[in-house]
Antibody, heavy 114, light 111 residues
Framework: QVQLQQSGAELMKPGASVKISCKTSDYTFSSYWIEWVKQRPGHGLEWIGEILPGSGITNYNVKFKGKATFTADTSSNTAYMQLSSLTSEDSAVYYC???????WGQGTLVTVSA | DIVLTQSPASLAVSLGQRATISCRASQSVSTSSYSYMQWYQQKPGQPPKLLIKYASNLESGVPARFSGSGSGTDFTLNIHPVEEVDTATYYCQHSWEIPPTFGGGTKLEIK
């Protein structure tokens, strides 16, 4: 069945960058958007953006431009999101989801702390 | 960005009764054919789970106790009869334009 498996929790220093992976299986990876969503307690769910792996086309929420960068490796059916210049505001759970939101990864907790 | 306002923020419903959650959009998210509104259920420590797409279409595998309705700017999620397992936070989300945005969530408790 369709699965999205995300990389593990990260503890990062302020100013650093982190790259989260989302390995997919059992569907045509190149044909569906991968969505990225941020969740912080008290801030609800925020759409960061999306990538269409087959073409590399990306769409970003203006709020996250310059913060998030999406890539995809069709040979391994894996999508990546890099977050740069981390601050405490980036501490959150990050999810990837298949484009129609029918399937989600389990989430990756990123904690930014000195 | 389209703002989605959910109400109530929390509610407690007796087992077997009806739970009704509302979502109001700051502008229409409907055409004459489709309403671009989804509903999700999220339990602690889990990702959101898609329940309803296009305002009223039940996602595969979701119990028929869940139903969605509405168009334009006003949408509703109903759960009837509620079960203990329905304890969760529920979110609406539009997909009318980029960025898709989510409502603030409604926390449902079963009495």
């Amino acid at each position: 069945q369709v699965q999205l498996q995300q990389s593990g929790a990260e503890l990062m220093k302020p100013g650093a960058s982190v790259k989260i992976s989302c390995k997919t299986s059992d569907y045509t990876f190149s044909s569906y958007w991968i969505e990225w969503v941020k969740q912080r307690p008290g801030h609800g769910l925020e759409w960061i953006g999306e990538i269409l792996p087959g073409s590399g086309i990306t769409n970003y929420n203006v709020k996250f431009k310059g913060k998030a960068t999406f890539t995809a490796d069709t040979s391994s059916n894996t999508a990546y999101m890099q977050l740069s210049s981390l601050t405490s505001e980036d501490s959150a759970v990050y999810y990837c989801a298949k484009g129609n939101y029918s399937h989600w990864g389990q989430g990756t907790l990123v904690t930014v702390s000195a | 960005d389209i703002v989605l306002t959910q109400s109530p923020a929390s509610l407690a419903v007796s087992l077997g009764q009806r739970a009704t959650i509302s979502c109001r959009a700051s502008q229409s998210v409907s055409t004459s054919s489709y309403s671009y509104m989804q509903w999700y259920q999220q339990k602690p420590g889990q990702p959101p789970k898609l329940l309803i797409k296009y305002a009223s279409n039940l996602e595969s595998g979701v119990p028929a106790r869940f139903s969605g309705s509405g168009s334009g700017t006003d949408f509703t999620l109903n759960i009837h009869p509620v079960e203990e397992v329905d304890t969760a936070t529920y979110y609406c989300q539009h997909s009318w334009e980029i960025p898709p945005t989510f409502g603030g969530g409604t926390k449902l408790e079963i009495k």
